[in-house]
């Protein structure tokens, strides 16, 4: 590999380790049996660092001209470790004073939409996204699991429960509504691309390791309210933009002919 091509792939494997660490994390709070476990805190944290760890590396390889067929098919790797699987489990872990069949069945369920959210993007999008998603991207449950966890854990939000009452019922509802809308074919912007966007992006995620707990939950929520905005109208920006696409696009021909 050139080197133009390793530093993209560098962010991708520190991406992939966030992942995974998230998921070690998890099964130490569940060894140490404790519902208000910080371990749960920690995991959420690294599936968010993994999030724009994989943002980042492909703003990298398309500014470094280094991208690779290798790099592109490590991502989805990545993406179903970081944000299929660690979810999944760290689920499971914050529902497991729930005797409901649900603390089986939602992180399943979240396994497998993302398998087939990543096999169908890998197998019908040929540009990855670049021109837009079909279907939410697999971080967007990843995002709204880790962030609801995250806000649960710190005080003074931690007297909420994720196993059972109100709270546990909006934070369910939220994952199958979101593991529906990966398989569905609704169009999707990709926030990465957008400097705008992406940017302040990063910097919220950052500010969640900030030992200023009150301050970093009131970041969790603002990213939360931000995942929500883009979960609801990122369809209908696609659609504007198609629109305008195709207007333009008649002009032109209105003054050909």
């Not at 990298?60 to 592109?72: D, H, P």
């Not at 995620?205 to 931000?226: G, H, N, T």
């Amino acid at each position: 590999m050139k080197w133009r091509q390793v530093v993209p792939t560098a962010f991708t494997m520190v991406a992939m380790l966030a992942g995974f660490l998230s998921i070690i994390v998890t099964m130490e709070g569940i060894r140490t049996g404790d519902p208000a476990c910080v371990y749960y805190r920690i995991a959420a944290q690294l599936i968010m660092l993994a999030m724009i760890l994989d943002g980042i590396d492909g703003n990298v390889a398309r500014a470094l001209k280094g991208e690779s067929e290798f790099g592109a098919e490590l991502d989805t790797y990545v993406d179903m470790t970081a944000f299929g699987i660690a979810p999944a489990i760290l689920i499971f872990a914050v529902t497991l004073q729930s005797e409901s069949i649900w603390r089986i069945v939602l992180p399943s369920a979240v396994a497998l939409s993302g398998v087939v959210r990543l096999a169908r993007f890998k197998v019908k999008d040929p540009l990855r996204g670049q021109g837009g998603y079909a279907g939410l991207p697999i971080t967007g449950n990843a995002g709204w699991v880790a962030l609801f966890v995250f806000i649960s854990q710190t005080p003074p939000y931690d007297r909420f429960s994720l196993s059972h009452g109100p709270v546990a019922m909006l934070f369910l509802l939220g994952i199958v509504v979101f593991i529906s809308l990966q398989v569905t074919n609704v169009r999707y912007p990709k926030p990465t691309k957008k400097s705008w966007m992406f940017i302040p992006f990063v910097i919220l995620v950052f500010l969640l390791f900030i030992p200023a707990q009150r301050f970093s939950v009131r970041v969790a929520i603002v990213i939360l309210a931000m995942g929500l905005l883009y979960g609801v109208f990122g369809p209908l920006f696609v659609k504007s933009v198609e629109i305008h696409k195709t207007r333009r696009e008649a002009a032109r021909m209105g003054r050909g002919a």
